[in-house]
């Protein structure tokens, strides 16, 4: 196996790494560049925990080797606040709703949540559903997280 230097983009911040050369974009984003938000739920991209985006396309980050960042935008869910401290939309409403419980698939869903909200701002409640499709959550249900992201898009509509 050989050491492969990565530079990219993660949440707008120019960052370096050295990794494995079978290393998964998940394992570096946990382990090289200490951003611990993206989980690994199955590692095989069937669960959406370690949802991420990759030039602002949503990806399963246990599928992506971690040397195709090279020169890449990454946004995960550390970068979702626009300040890092005021709360997106989106989380607040998760709160709000009571959309989240142990944390494992929350990050996931707000990653795929913001991608759905950019592309379509006024989604309805099955585009939402087929959206976060690949996201699994086994202690919510979804009804409280498309709540979430309805309210969320009508929120941020109207301060738009």
């Known amino acids: 196996m050989s050491t492969i230097h990565v530079t990219?983009?993660?949440?707008?911040?120019?960052?370096?790494?050295?990794?494995?050369s079978r290393e998964t974009l998940?394992?570096?984003?946990?382990?090289?560049?200490?951003?611990?938000?993206?989980?690994?739920?199955?590692?095989?991209?069937?669960?959406?925990?370690?949802s991420v985006t990759l030039d602002g396309r949503l990806v399963c980050a246990c599928l992506v080797l971690a040397a195709e960042a090279q020169g890449r935008q990454i946004g995960t869910v550390?970068?979702?606040a626009p300040d890092g401290e005021t709360l997106h939309p989106l989380q607040r409403k998760f709160i709000e709703h009571a959309a989240l419980q142990c944390g494992i698939?929350?990050?996931g869903i707000l990653v795929a949540a913001k991608a759905l909200l950019e592309r379509n701002p006024d989604p309805t409640e099955t585009e939402v559903r087929y959206w976060l499709a690949g996201n699994l959550c086994r202690c919510t249900g979804?009804?409280?997280?498309?709540?979430?992201v309805l309210d969320a898009a009508a929120e941020m509509r109207e301060d738009a």
Do not use: H, Q
Request: net charge negative.
């Open 105 to 107: 698939c929350t990050p």
């Open 8 to 20: 990219t983009s993660v949440n707008g911040d120019e960052v370096e790494f050295l990794c494995d």
């Open 26 to 50: 998940l394992d570096a984003l946990r382990d090289r560049v200490g951003l611990t938000g993206a989980k690994e739920g199955c590692g095989t991209g069937d669960c959406g925990a370690c």
């Open 142 to 148: 979804y009804d409280k997280i498309v709540r979430a």
């Open 78 to 80: 550390e970068g979702i």
